[in-house]
């Protein structure tokens, strides 16, 4: 058992009360400008601004700090290429054969379909992976707690790092995603969480007219 250890809040920073207003709604006003993009451009991204995002991921709150995640930044062309492939074959058999229609109802908005064009021309393909449980190099395994959930914040922050460095992103989940294992060598006790595509927007990007649910809706305040 270790003992726990504590120092004093190193960094916390109060702020006015009016000063904190101006700072909520100033994030609001920027986060709100977010988009998922699907179109992207094929400009290179410099990786120092990927490391500092994915720095920012690593910060999350997460169970008992085992930090259970993992990263894999894909710029190569031919393992980008890999991916396409395999992420194509499976959407195709989801659109073509899985989805039931109830589904494919609710996705119809977004215009998505089987083409993933976008995993060969965004610069940056980040795969990420949860751990159910740490392996120690003895080969004894460590569990996670909450580890989906630690992985779920964790992306969170990272899409939100990445729009506050100014580029946007794509979350794609090609379904099932086992093949990112194998082309990554990735061992089987991380499991594909989700791709996301990072980069700047195509020239003539679009999205879809879509309106977020407003705070009435989303929120109860007793
Ligand atoms: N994985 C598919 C389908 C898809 C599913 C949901 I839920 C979305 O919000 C968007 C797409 C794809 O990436 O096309």
Known sequence: MTHPKFIPLPAYREYPVEEMKTRAAAFYADIKRRRTVRDFSNRPVPREIIEDCLRAAGTAPN????QPWHFVVV???????????????????????????EWLDVLAPLGTDAHKPFLETAPTLIAIFVQSYALLPDGRKVKHYYATESVGIATGILITAVHHAGLVSLTHTPSPMGFLNHILGRPSHERPFLLLVVGYPAENATVPDIIKKPLTEIATFL
């Open 75 to 101: 710029s190569n062309p031919a393992i980008k290429r890999q991916i396409r492939l395999a992420a194509e074959e499976e959407e195709r058999d989801f659109y073509h054969h899985r989805a039931p229609q």
């Open 63 to 66: 169970g008992a700090n085992m």
